[in-house]
């Protein structure tokens, strides 16, 4: 009906505008006609403008969802992202505490080795004791050898036991006897070996009597006998002494010796450090 009036009405106006004359002029057309022919031209032009923002806003919201998918691409990109780098920064996690706990073990085999090494420095500080011990052991030289010394003469009798003080020292490695005292002092414990020996003259007496401190160990005699003529005898032993023991040889009251740097001897060395 619209479009049927819209026609008419342009129709008309055609008319017009080919005569050059107006509605009201040639009272062809009513006037309540012509109003209408002039809302309807109104509402068409506003039809026309509508259509257009209508376009504009369909343009509008394509450009609006098309931006929309856009972000829509780019915040499932984001995401693809941010579940990737979860699953790298869970890996990194494991492998954390994989390292750790690796670490760990490394820290407790160190702790062992230590301990190891501790026990072993220890062992070794021992054995270097010990050989160092045994090198001090097989340091300490101990010998000597003296003799009675004189000029040839008899020596003794005497109305009491004495100490022999043998007087020529021959040889006194580690001087642990003294000629002035006639007395050897073990400088270190160990197994010592001891000898003496005399000479006396045809018929007279000889005794000897090695002694260990206070206690006479072995002994070395010989009688009296007007056939008899020179004899040389003595005695030997081995001895278990501590540092600071003394060892030497007295001659009893009845007896005598020969003296001179040959003949009545007294000896001894250490054999073994204990
Ligand atoms: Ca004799
Ligand atoms: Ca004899």
Request: hydrophobic share 45%; glycine share 0%; no cysteine.
């Given at each position: 009906m619209i479009w049927f009036v819209l026609l008419f009405c342009g129709l008309a106006l055609a008319q017009d505008e080919t005569t050059g004359l107006s509605f009201s002029d040639s009272g062809r057309c009513r006037t309540d006609m012509c109003d209408l022919v002039k809302k309807v031209n109104l509402m068409s032009e506003t039809l026309d403008v509508m259509k257009i923002r209508m376009n504009d806003s369909e343009t509008k919201l394509r450009e609006s969802e098309e931006k929309l998918k856009e972000t829509e691409i780019m915040l499932q990109m984001s995401e693809t992202k941010h579940q990737a780098t979860e699953s790298r920064l869970q890996a990194s996690e494991t492998k954390l505490q994989a390292t750790e706990s690796r670490l760990q073990a490394s820290e407790t085999k160190l702790q062992a080795t230590e301990s190891r090494l501790q026990a072993s420095e220890s062992q070794l500080r021992n054995s270097e004791n010990q050989i160092r011990g045994l090198m001090n052991k097989e340091t300490t030289r101990v010998a000597f050898s003296a003799a009675l010394g004189g000029s040839g003469e008899n020596f003794g009798p005497f109305n009491t036991e004495i100490t022999l003080i043998y007087?020529?020292?021959?040889t006194n490695i580690g001087?642990?006897?003294s000629s002035a005292t006639g007395i050897f002092t073990a400088p270190v414990a160990g197994v010592y070996y001891f000898t003496f020996f005399y000479n006396t003259e045809k018929n007279q007496k000889a005794n000897l009597k090695l002694y260990k401190n206070s206690e006479r160990i072995v002994s070395a005699y010989e009688i009296s006998s007007d056939t008899d003529r020179d004899d040389t005898g003595g005695n030997a032993v081995f001895l278990r002494l501590y540092q600071g023991d003394q060892v030497y040889v007295r001659m009893g009251d009845d007896a005598h010796v020969y003296g001179n740097d040959y003949y009545t001897t007294f000896s001894g060395f250490l054999v073994s450090q204990m």
């Open positions: 007087k020529t020292v021959i001087s642990a006897y």
